[in-house]
């Protein structure tokens, strides 16, 4: 069958499994599908992780696939789906990983990448490809499926369901009545992966805020020993009050907070584009990798862009001439950011 589709499809599956931030970046392609397709039945194989933040989605079926299980999650994966078929396929990763858990989903339409952008081999995977245009926003290359389909794609929203038991747990451990400043410090754990910034530059921004606003900093992050280790440092050096809640939320209490925030300081990591998911203003912290293409989606002129300087100083050239989405490992690159380039941001929001 030839695309866009004449009719709405009984059956569809979509294949993203993770990270966080990308996971964020494909609800909008869902809430498009939903709108339009109202009686379609979705499927979505999501991470273990993931789940956290989208399992209260009503009128979608999740499906986990568990990368911590080894080969045992694609067996799990084949025993879920054994005797089922799917009218669509939305093949939406490019890894390795994804493409071999696809073998496991039975579609006659199997929508994919582009040739270029279709990595990993991905390309083998699907018969049918989005429109191949370059230098895309991870969000709106995920657009281009509804897209390829013959929908509408203007509408963007998010629409993550937060159950009110997590807003009145978080809502009693926020402070009242003074504007929040919420930082997460840390990117996830990736080998050369140089994400983070300074944490005597977090600590006067911290102080800054406090001076300046009257802002109270609230720490977020996940549960590893680095952003543990980060936080608590941070805490220490920062001469003020600070609630540092680093390893002590899941994905939804996390949402509380971010929406609760004035404004979120943080790199390029999950919780950054989830806050811009929930409206709140952030204030991005890029230089190994390109927010023209990973930045907040609805905040990239809040964003403190460092990319071109590090690029250049790393690479000796200039970002139009390196590959869309390159990263920069060095780990001193993030020094390029300045504690007034981030506080010229906060000027801005407030």
Request: glycine share 4%; aromatic share 8%.
């Amino acid at each position: 069958m030839k695309l866009p589709l004449p009719s709405a499809p009984k059956k569809l599956c979509i294949l993203r499994f993770s990270a966080i931030g990308d996971i964020s970046h494909v609800l909008p392609t869902l809430n498009i599908l939903r709108a339009n397709w109202p009686e379609t039945k979705i499927t979505w194989i999501i991470g273990k992780a993931e789940y956290g933040l989208v399992r209260d989605i009503p009128n979608v079926e999740f499906i986990i696939f568990d990368k911590s299980r080894g080969w045992k999650a694609y067996n799990d994966l084949m025993k879920d789906l054994h005797g089922r078929t799917f009218d669509l396929l939305l093949h939406m990763q490019v890894s390795l990983r994804a493409s071999l858990a696809s073998l496991a989903i039975k579609a006659p339409i199997r929508l994919g990448f582009d040739r270029k952008r279709a990595k990993n081999l991905q390309w083998l995977f699907t018969n049918h490809k989005i429109a191949a245009i370059p230098k895309q926003h991870v969000l709106d290359s995920f657009l281009e499926f509804p897209k390829a389909l013959g929908l509408n794609a203007n509408s963007i929203n998010w629409d993550i369901p937060i159950p009110t038991a997590e807003t009145n747990k978080m809502m009693e451990l926020l402070p009242q009545g003074q504007p929040i400043l919420v930082i997460n410090p840390c990117s996830s754990m990736r080998i050369r992966n140089y994400r983070n910034w300074n944490i005597e530059s977090y600590a006067k921004i911290i102080e800054y805020a406090s001076e300046k606003y009257g802002m109270v900093t609230v720490l977020t992050g996940g549960p590893s020993e680095k952003e543990l280790e980060y936080s608590s440092a941070i805490t220490k050096i920062a001469h003020t009050k600070t609630l540092n809640l680093v390893g002590k939320t899941n994905l939804k209490q996390l949402l509380v907070i971010l929406k609760a925030a004035t404004v979120v300081i943080a790199p390029d990591t999950g919780p950054a584009h989830l806050a811009n998911a929930v409206a709140t203003p952030v204030i991005g912290l890029y230089a190994t990798s390109n927010p023209d293409r990973t930045g907040p989606y609805h905040n990239r002129d809040l964003t403190v862009n460092k990319y071109r300087q590090a690029v250049q100083k790393e690479l000796n050239k200039n970002v139009d001439e390196i590959p869309w989405g390159k990263r920069v490992r060095n780990p001193e690159a993030m020094n390029f950011i300045q504690e007034t380039d981030v506080i010229k941001k906060l000027e801005k929001v407030w």
